[in-house]
């Protein structure tokens, strides 16, 4: 069973909105991460937090981690067309040492 | 730097056919990965390679094997295709095990018939 599960599973937004994504996790992990995936493409790594960690930024990305509901989400600002992609949890289990867990997705379309 | 590397890009095998995929990175990783994409289900880790000598099974590994020839190569290998691999096939590396991001290569789609 998937570790992470994302919510929702897609979302179409108008461009210049937000984007919110949300990933729920079952077990104690060490980090969590977010990857992009366009379509028929390998996924990109966009962002890792640790889970002493509670909200981290790069660019127009915003994550934040909730260890005690086991929760993250990703925000995406002024979103653009580019942006159409789905996007992916990644969570590190403590249980696991050598592997990360990824969740089913999202599918974010940017409507111009 | 290429960096991950993946043979061939697309495939079509018949039932009980055989077949290597082959992944090759170039940024010195210690860690190498094989996941599976299917509609919907998000990544399945099929084997990985903690590190240059070890490989151990993941989560969907019946009906596979693989090699970590070296450090750069991590090879997977369908001895007897089922339709049931129709699939993307995805190979990841990174840096250490576990904390570190992963790089995925394009892809494999195979098609088994």
């Known amino acids: 069973s998937q570790q992470g599960e994302e919510d929702p599973q897609a979302l179409s937004i108008q461009e210049g909105e937000n984007a919110t994504m949300n990933c729920s996790y079952k077990t104690s992990i060490n980090n969590l991460q977010w990857y992009r995936q366009n379509s028929g493409r390998g996924l990109v790594h966009l962002i890792l937090i640790r889970s002493n960690e509670r909200e981290k930024h790069s660019g127009r990305l915003r994550v934040t981690l909730d260890t005690s509901k086991k929760s993250s989400s990703l925000l995406i600002t002024a979103s653009r067309a580019a942006d159409t992609a789905s996007y992916f949890c990644?969570?590190?289990?403590?249980?696991?040492?050598?592997?990360?867990?990824f969740g089913s997705g999202t599918r974010l379309s940017i409507r111009p | 730097n290429a960096g991950v590397t993946q043979t061939p890009k697309f495939q079509v095998l018949k039932t009980g056919q055989s077949m290597t995929l082959q992944c090759a990175q170039d940024?010195?990783?210690?860690?190498m990965y094989w996941y599976r994409q299917d509609p919907g289900m998000g990544l399945r880790l099929i084997y990985y390679s903690a590190s240059e000598g070890t490989t151990d099974k993941g989560e969907v590994p019946n009906g596979y094997n693989v090699s970590r020839l070296n450090k750069r190569e991590f090879s997977l290998r369908l001895e007897s295709a089922a339709p049931s691999q129709t699939s993307v096939y995805f190979c990841?590396?990174?840096?250490?095990?576990?904390?570190?991001?992963?790089?995925f290569g394009p892809g494999t789609r195979l098609t088994v018939t």
């Open positions: 990841a590396s990174t840096l250490d095990r576990g904390t570190y991001e992963q790089y």
């Open positions: 990644a969570t590190d289990p403590r249980s696991s040492a050598s592997k990360i867990i």
């Open positions: 940024m010195n990783h210690n860690s």
